[in-house]
């Protein structure tokens, strides 16, 4: 929830006005699945206790279109052929009324709901009596749970033309709800639109960008408003115009999506959805709205700045990061016993906190990792491939950054100095979002970082996102954000892949398997099966999942095994089989990362079974086999569809830093790009460099083509 909108959710009376392009499809027909999902939200809200008004446009819209089908069934051929003469637009409000009334009558009471209809016209509101009887008719609505239906009787107004004349007291159904909303003393008022709420400029233009809070002094002269709607009145501007004046009244607006099907619910949950607009913004402290933005632009300028000086100069910015870590460790230290004993304070969990603290010793591994990093051979720029194209013309493919990566992760902090020395060393520009449960320790290791970033570079070159708010804002750069590294949770990673147009690098869950076979050697097998599972249980290359074969049980050869992991106060939950012969508790899914000193077990007919059950209820990640029998070992190593597969050896091997790597920004169970644990080169792309004399196309007349490969 944003903060700025908690009291959002204290709303007792809630005005909601739906536009024509929402209520109606492109061809003019009704849009029966938005209007129903607007009807089943307030019913919501309603059954909540909630008081829902409702205005509505759209009338005009579905009359001309019934108007234009019937002229056309009535039509004769030579008719059709003579300049067809625009519907009186009063007309169609006295045609489109009803039926779209109809429709709202029927969609509530299949919800058993009951609404009831209130034409009004700008003249009425002159009257004082009027308007004080529409506040008693109104309250004596909702006292009874009804929903007052509200819109402009176009076909009797005294207006000119239903979208032409913009005078009086209202001059379209934008204003009538801010009328409304200062006449019946609203609580909020939202403006259903056919875009997600204020854009700074024309939101199909690529450097728009949604106005979360609407602040008059700021925005007034920046926003450029595009078209009006396609059939409503006035579009964006007299949304606005509406939400400025009801909000400075004292009844605060949000302008969001009716295309949605839970918007509105969002934002009565005070969720950063839409446009807010409130008389007191101006004195709120408000996040930077294009802070996401110049966060990801000035990591792409420092990026291309890293790149254009020498392999040794960017070797020494890294050098001097690992010094610089070891230089402030009582620091750091400080900072991270801190947010561990916050995290514990909160009740957080034990593998989390696990994650969450830096143990002794931990800033020197990374200091040491950085300066394997940084003694490995400069990626950028290597010449990949060379090919005469023709005489005198040679292509060349190289190796480049990517540009602006975007990881968000969870609880580590020690994730942050490995993905800000891949970034370094890869020369990629860097936007960094840590969990609030390591705040201060993610705080200090990026001052710590970027204080030893030289200012030819500059220090812009990593930033640090301190809100989860601005998370949707940086998922919709596409345009300037090159790739999203997630880590987390499965609903987390999966949250982030379903909001983002941006490529997405990473794995959802570390469901790892060691699958212990009939010709193992048990003793090995032990030491494997209990490094896997407690050298790190909360790390995602933990196993989580121990696959016996059904000989091994037998033979009695498991006891050794099962008894260790016991020893080590593993719990163990087992399969059907398992749980029945080795009698543990039942596991309630196969499917499950533990991230804890606990793991499943269960027992397999053969090789085949083993590899079926990992490929139906494992992640993809790393899965091991223990055999002495190699065909067997082979069999599984080739078949076994995961990004690390090992024989003989823990599933704790899978890290970059163990295989070599100098680090890794996380590991992607993705087949697209990069897989396993992704290091320097997964952070690479390539571009192509063609060196010619003069040479054209032409047609390919005069060009002979030899494509022969060159020595690098």
Same mark, same amino acid.
């Given at each position: 929830?944003?903060? &700025?909108?908690?009291?959002?959710?204290?709303?007792?009376?809630?005005?909601?006005?739906?536009? &024509?392009?929402?209520?109606?499809?492109?061809?003019?027909?009704?849009?029966?699945?938005?209007?129903?999902?607007?009807?089943?939200?307030?019913?919501?809200?309603?059954?909540?206790?909630?008081?829902?008004?409702?205005?509505?446009?759209?009338?005009?819209?579905?009359?001309?279109?019934?108007?234009?089908?019937?002229?056309?069934?009535?039509?004769?051929?030579?008719?059709?052929?003579?300049?067809?003469?625009?519907?009186?637009?009063?007309?169609?409000?006295?045609?489109?009324?009803?039926?779209?009334?109809?429709?709202?009558?029927?969609?509530?009471?299949?919800?058993?709901?009951?609404?009831?209809?209130?034409?009004?016209?700008?003249?009425?509101?002159?009257?004082?009596?009027?308007?004080?009887?529409?506040?008693?008719?109104?309250?004596?609505?909702?006292?009874?749970?009804?929903?007052?239906?509200?819109?402009?009787?176009?076909?009797?107004? &005294?207006?000119?033309?239903?979208?032409?004349?913009?005078?009086?007291?209202?001059?379209?159904?934008?204003? =009538?709800?801010?009328?409304?909303?200062?006449? =019946?003393?609203?609580?909020?008022?939202?403006?259903?639109?056919?875009?997600?709420?204020?854009?700074?400029?024309?939101?199909?233009?690529?450097?728009?960008?949604?106005?979360?809070?609407?602040?008059?002094?700021?925005?007034?002269?920046?926003?450029?408003?595009?078209?009006?709607?396609?059939?409503?009145?006035?579009?964006? *501007?007299?949304?606005?115009?509406?939400?400025?004046?009801?909000?400075?009244?004292?009844?605060?607006?949000?302008?969001?999506?009716?295309?949605?099907?839970?918007?509105?619910?969002?934002?009565?949950?005070?969720?950063?959805?839409?446009?807010?607009?409130?008389?007191?913004?101006?004195?709120?402290?408000?996040?930077?709205?294009?802070?996401?933005?110049?966060?990801?632009?000035?990591?792409?300028?420092?990026?291309?700045?890293?790149?254009?000086?020498?392999?040794?100069?960017?070797?020494?910015?890294?050098?001097?990061?690992?010094?610089?870590?070891?230089?402030?460790?009582?620091?750091?230290?400080?900072?991270?016993?801190?947010?561990?004993?916050?995290?514990?304070?909160?009740?957080?969990?034990?593998?989390?906190?696990?994650?969450?603290?830096?143990?002794?010793?931990?800033?020197?591994?990374?200091?040491?990792?950085?300066?394997?990093?940084?003694?490995?051979?400069?990626?950028?720029?290597?010449?990949?491939?060379?090919?005469?194209?023709?005489?005198?013309?040679?292509?060349?493919?190289?190796?480049?950054?990517?540009?602006? =990566?975007?990881?968000?992760?969870?609880?580590?902090?020690?994730?942050?100095?490995?993905?800000?020395?891949?970034?370094?060393?890869?020369?990629?520009?860097?936007?960094?979002?840590?969990?609030?449960?390591?705040?201060?320790?993610?705080?200090?290791?990026?001052?710590?970082?970027?204080?030893?970033?030289?200012?030819?570079?500059?220090?812009?070159?990593?930033?640090?996102?301190?809100?989860?708010?601005?998370?949707?804002?940086?998922?919709?750069?596409?345009?300037?954000?090159?790739?999203?590294?997630?880590?987390?949770?499965?609903?987390?990673?999966?949250?982030?892949?379903?909001?983002?147009?941006?490529?997405?690098?990473?794995?959802?869950?570390?469901?790892?398997?060691?699958?212990?076979?009939?010709?193992?050697?048990?003793?090995?097998?032990?030491?494997?099966?209990?490094?896997?599972?407690?050298?790190?249980?909360?790390?995602?290359?933990?196993?989580?999942?121990?696959?016996?074969?059904?000989?091994?049980?037998?033979?009695?050869?498991?006891?050794?095994?099962?008894?260790?992991?016991?020893?080590?106060?593993?719990?163990?939950?087992?399969?059907?089989?398992?749980?029945?012969?080795?009698?543990?508790?039942?596991?309630?899914?196969?499917?499950?990362?533990?991230?804890?000193?606990?793991? *499943?077990?269960?027992?397999?007919?053969?090789?085949?079974?083993?590899?079926?059950?990992?490929?139906?209820?494992?992640?993809?990640? *790393?899965?091991?086999?223990?055999?002495?029998?190699?065909?067997?070992?082979?069999?599984?190593?080739?078949?076994?569809?995961?990004?690390?597969?090992?024989?003989?050896?823990? &599933?704790?091997?899978?890290?970059?830093?163990?295989?070599?790597?100098?680090?890794?920004?996380?590991?992607?169970?993705?087949?697209?790009?990069?897989?396993?644990?992704?290091?320097?080169?997964?952070?690479? *792309?390539?571009?192509?460099?063609?060196?010619?004399?003069?040479?054209?196309?032409?047609?390919?007349?005069?060009?002979?083509?030899?494509?022969?490969?060159?020595?690098?």
């Amino acid at each position: 929830m944003d903060s &700025t909108r908690a009291f959002i959710k204290d709303a007792k009376r809630v005005i909601i006005k739906v536009g &024509t392009a929402v209520v109606t499809r492109s061809d003019g027909r009704l849009a029966l699945g938005r209007i129903g999902s607007l009807c089943e939200q307030v019913k919501e809200l309603n059954s909540r206790g909630i008081e829902v008004i409702l205005v509505t446009s759209g009338a005009v819209g579905v009359g001309r279109q019934r108007l234009r089908y019937r002229k056309l069934i009535h039509s004769s051929f030579a008719d059709l052929q003579k300049p067809q003469v625009e519907l009186d637009g009063k007309a169609c409000a006295a045609v489109g009324q009803s039926g779209l009334m109809a429709l709202y009558e029927s969609l509530f009471s299949q919800l058993d709901v009951a609404s009831s209809q209130l034409l009004v016209t700008d003249n009425d509101f002159y009257n004082p009596e009027f308007r004080m009887q529409l506040c008693e008719t109104v309250n004596s609505l909702l006292d009874l749970k009804v929903i007052p239906v509200f819109n402009e009787n176009d076909a009797i107004s &005294t207006r000119k033309a239903p979208y032409e004349d913009s005078s009086g007291i209202f001059w379209d159904n934008d204003s =009538l709800a801010g009328l409304l909303a200062m006449e =019946l003393k609203a609580d909020l008022l939202i403006l259903l639109s056919d875009v997600e709420g204020l854009y700074s400029g024309p939101p199909g233009e690529p450097h728009s960008k949604l106005i979360h809070t609407y602040i008059r002094e700021r925005h007034l002269g920046e926003i450029t408003f595009g078209d009006k709607s396609r059939v409503g009145r006035g579009g964006m *501007t007299a949304k606005v115009k509406a939400a400025v004046l009801a909000a400075a009244s004292g009844t605060p607006v949000v302008i969001t999506s009716g295309f949605a099907t839970d918007s509105i619910i969002k934002v009565l949950q005070g969720e950063r959805v839409g446009t807010l607009f409130h008389q007191n913004a101006s004195s709120w402290v408000v996040p930077n709205e294009v802070e996401a933005r110049d966060l990801a632009v000035s990591a792409r300028e420092c990026s291309r700045r890293l790149q254009n000086i020498s392999a040794e100069e960017r070797r020494k910015i890294l050098l001097d990061i690992a010094d610089a870590l070891e230089a402030n460790q009582k620091l750091i230290k400080i900072e991270n016993d801190a947010d561990v004993a916050a995290a514990q304070q909160s009740g957080y969990e034990k593998s989390l906190i696990s994650r969450l603290t830096m143990k002794p010793g931990k800033v020197s591994s990374l200091s040491k990792s950085i300066r394997i990093l940084a003694d490995m051979e400069d990626p950028i720029g290597r010449v990949l491939k060379r090919t005469e194209l023709a005489d005198g013309l040679v292509l060349e493919k190289t190796s480049c950054p990517l540009g602006v =990566l975007l990881i968000v992760f969870e609880s580590r902090p020690d994730a942050l100095v490995q993905i800000a020395s891949l970034a370094v060393r890869s020369g990629n520009g860097l936007l960094l979002k840590g969990g609030k449960e390591a705040m201060r320790s993610n705080a200090i290791l990026h001052k710590v970082i970027t204080g030893a970033i030289p200012d030819t570079v500059g220090k812009k070159l990593i930033g640090l996102i301190t809100s989860r708010d601005e998370i949707p804002d940086l998922l919709k750069l596409d345009d300037v954000i090159d790739l999203v590294i997630p880590r987390g949770s499965n609903k987390f990673v999966t949250q982030i892949k379903a909001s983002t147009k941006i490529p997405v690098l990473g794995h959802a869950d570390g469901i790892c398997h060691v699958y212990v076979d009939k010709s193992a050697n048990m003793e090995m097998a032990k030491r494997i099966v209990l490094d896997a599972k407690t050298d790190y249980p909360a790390a995602c290359n933990a196993m989580e999942t121990l696959l016996l074969h059904k000989d091994l049980l037998k033979s009695g050869r498991i006891n050794d095994l099962i008894i260790g992991l016991r020893g080590e106060g593993v719990t163990l939950f087992g399969g059907s089989r398992a749980n029945e012969e080795l009698d543990i508790p039942l596991a309630q899914s196969f499917h499950h990362e533990y991230s804890s000193i606990a793991c *499943t077990v269960e027992f397999v007919d053969d090789i085949h079974a083993a590899i079926d059950h990992i490929h139906q209820h494992g992640s993809a990640h *790393t899965d091991c086999i223990v055999t002495e029998d190699s065909e067997v070992a082979e069999l599984f190593l080739h078949q076994v569809d995961s990004a690390a597969v090992f024989h003989n050896a823990s &599933t704790r091997f899978s890290d970059g830093a163990r295989f070599g790597l100098g680090a890794e920004v996380g590991v992607s169970t993705s087949r697209i790009h990069a897989r396993g644990p992704v290091g320097v080169d997964g952070l690479l *792309t390539t571009r192509w460099l063609l060196r010619g004399n003069g040479q054209v196309v032409d047609g390919d007349k005069e060009i002979v083509y030899t494509h022969k490969d060159l020595p690098l």
